[in-house]
């Protein structure tokens, strides 16, 4: 049985993801295969999370994100935006360990529901300047099936629908769902099935994005 060891800093009170939304994601994921949880994570939390992303930049830690993996991975501002900074396990901010933790409970409970095999996890800050987006496109690579689970956490204050910058979920032909990236809310699917797309924004866009991923 898996086990988590114990975070080094005082757990948040309520946790980051309550028993309430962990039952939510577990049950519409293993239903559809996606959901949008709004208010997920507690406003002091997302508050301490963006403060950190914004310290994070202000020192050059978020550089342009590109496309492709490896030495084919090349900086393609008509396709993709944003600015990135990956998270160290090994050296996290306190915030960002509250949220870490948070998202292994969801981990071992994906795992107990849906039986997906979930290994590991990886995460990134990811800021769209005015005017950026990310077009259509799959989180899973074609030679590489590790990423399972897609997930996205907003840190907006105050995202008005005039701002812009949804994240499209195409759920079939035809159909699809716009998210307001408002604070709190958390976006999970699955990598492999569905595509989606970041729509231009009149404001500062900021998130953490991530995957969890099976054993290699």
């Known amino acids: 049985m898996e086990t988590l060891a ?6 948040l009170d309520p946790p980051a993801f309550g028993q309430a939304s962990l039952d939510r994601i577990c049950g519409a994921i293993a239903a ?55 998270l160290d396990e090994s050296a996290l901010a306190p915030p960002e360990r509250a949220l870490w933790d948070a998202l292994e409970r969801l981990r ?39 990423r399972v689970l897609s997930w996205v956490l907003y840190l907006n204050d105050d995202w008005r629908l005039d701002d812009g910058g949804v994240l499209r979920i195409h759920l079939s032909e035809g159909d699809s769902r716009d998210v307001l990236p408002a604070g709190g809310t958390l976006v999970c ?25 099976r054993r290699a």
């Open 6 to 11: 114990p975070s080094r800093f005082v757990a």
């Open 32 to 86: 559809v295969g996606w959901t949008v949880v709004e208010d997920c994570v507690a406003r002091p939390l997302v508050t301490a999370l963006r403060a950190t992303m914004c310290g994070r930049d202000a020192e050059g830690e978020l550089r342009a994100a590109g496309v492709g993996r490896g030495d084919r991975r090349v900086e393609r501002a008509d396709i993709r935006g944003d600015r990135i900074a990956w």
């Open 108 to 146: 071992l409970a994906l795992n107990r529901t849906s039986l997906l095999g979930l290994f590991s996890l990886e995460a990134q800050y990811a800021l769209y300047a005015p005017g950026a987006f990310y077009r259509r496109h799959r989180d899973a690579f074609k030679d590489d099936d590790g």
């Open 189 to 213: 699917f699955l990598s492999e099935r569905f595509e989606h797309e970041v729509l231009p924004a009149t404001r500062e866009r900021l998130s953490i994005t991530g995957w969890f991923r």
